[in-house]
């Protein structure tokens, strides 16, 4: 469909010679409307300023002409660059035909614009040079200055980086803009992704590239999704990508549109609001995110796997507070967030549900005996602590209640449900102990 190929690889100027034959002497329809723009697909405008045609009017208003058309002859073509940069071009000329053996001089001009390595017809105007001329580059000229302020405006608001992958030319063309003094720098990664190949092989982080793979090659046209990629001074950041994906009117992915910005400080200062400040541990209002998250991770992926949460409660804190003070309450309060840091991996999270009651959850364990391992050693480990610690008397302990879940579980609520009661349990039958219940 369209013109041949070969035909797209030339310069604007050749292309006129080319559109010009096809309308005048081939009268193919087809063969002009792969002339035309394809990030317009829903218009073209061919003659009339202001007017404009979906795909198949086009084609249906071009036959129209084509049975009115009187026998025609092409004499001479003269054609000429009016203005141009690497973006848009101008062409302006004059065209000679010979109809029914008479002469007529016909003024030309077109509006290209370059997209994904090729030019393509924005908009063409032909008109009879016997006519009043109308002021047709002075118009197309604004037209050009116009559309560039407005682009250079449009790349100055957005903020980040603005991906565009082409499907079919398997093409990633990233513009990034690095200060708003600054123009975007083009820059073009080839053979990105093709069939599920990852997004940004060597600069995105090995453990995010599947996610992203997933994201483009899903049936969801909008996506926001966040990952890490590597700066070329040698760190990882984090970046969200929001992208919307361009359809044919079959359905067929053309086209894939995003925007990249870096949300590095943004998570620095959401994970800061995400703790307690007194003790360095996550805030309650953190765990729901965390575990939710995990819990639709256990899900997708399946691994095997399980998860666990345990649920601590401070023995007789109350008491400390009321007898030594709450200065002696928050060091205690504080050690033990360090003490249970130095039992659990990074991957694991502590959370300070409120006064003396925390919660840890566990990722990836192989079943119950590990957090019945990790929750006695916790309390043994903290026993030790607290006889070293001047607590004028009063014992002070751990009680805690687990549940190990798997990918069957409902969600948060459920195992925070089953987590208290087990802990509710332990603290009637005596505290400092561990109930752990599995599902």
Not at 55 to 69: A, C, G
Not at 237 to 245: D, E, G, M, V
Not at 341 to 361: P, T
Request: overall charge negative; proline content about 3%.
């Amino acid at each position: 469909m369209g013109y041949d190929r070969m035909e797209q690889e030339k310069s604007p100027t050749e292309m006129m010679y080319g559109l010009t034959r096809a309308f005048y002497e081939e009268k193919d329809a087809e063969k002009i409307v792969g002339f035309y723009d394809p990030k317009a697909i829903c218009w073209f405008g061919m003659t009339e300023r202001g007017e404009a045609y979906h795909i198949q009017s086009l084609r249906e208003k071009l036959q129209t002409i084509f049975e009115s058309m009187q026998k025609t002859c092409m004499e001479k073509e003269n054609y000429r660059v009016v203005t141009e940069n690497n973006k848009s071009c101008m062409i302006a000329g004059n065209l000679a035909l010979l109809e029914n053996g008479e002469r007529i001089e016909n003024e030309i001009s077109a509006f290209w614009t370059f997209f994904q390595g090729v030019w393509y017809l924005s908009r063409l105007s032909i008109q009879n040079a016997g006519m009043p001329p109308e002021p047709e580059k002075q118009v197309l000229e604004e037209e050009l200055n116009l559309e560039k302020s407005r682009n250079q405006t449009l790349m100055n608001l957005i903020q980040g980086s603005v991906l565009e992958y082409d499907v079919l030319k398997d093409q990633l063309d990233l513009y990034i803009q690095r200060s708003m003094r600054e123009p975007k720098k083009h820059m073009v990664y080839p053979d990105l992704i093709k069939s599920g190949k990852a997004l940004f092989q060597a600069a995105v982080y090995p453990d995010d590239r599947e996610k992203l793979e997933k994201a483009f090659l899903n049936d969801q046209d909008y996506r926001v999704i966040e990952f890490r990629f590597q700066e070329k001074e040698g760190f990882y950041s984090w970046k969200r990508l929001t992208f919307q994906k361009v359809r044919d009117s079959e359905g067929q992915l053309l086209r894939i549109l995003g925007n990249v910005v870096d949300i590095s400080q943004e998570l620095g200062l959401l994970e800061e609001a995400r703790k307690d400040c007194l003790t360095g541990a996550y805030n309650r209002y953190g765990l729901r995110t965390f575990l939710e998250n995990y819990c639709g991770q256990l899900k997708r992926e399946k691994r095997g796997t399980k998860g666990a949460v345990l649920l601590l409660d401070l023995d007789n804190f109350k008491n400390l507070n009321d007898t030594c003070g709450h200065p002696a309450g928050d060091r205690v309060l504080k050690d033990l967030v360090e003490l249970l840091g130095a039992h659990f991996r990074s991957g694991d999270k502590i959370f300070r549900m409120g006064g003396d009651e925390f919660m840890i959850l566990m990722k990836d364990i192989p079943g119950k005996d590990v957090a019945c391992q990790k929750g006695q050693a916790i309390i043994e480990d903290f026993s030790a602590y607290a006889a070293q610690y001047d607590t004028h008397g009063i014992p002070l302990s751990l009680s805690i209640g687990a549940v190990v879940f798997s990918e069957k579980i409902s969600g948060s609520r459920e195992i925070y449900q089953r987590a208290d009661q087990a802990l509710y349990e332990v603290k009637h039958s005596g505290k400092k102990g561990i109930r752990v219940e599995e599902t």
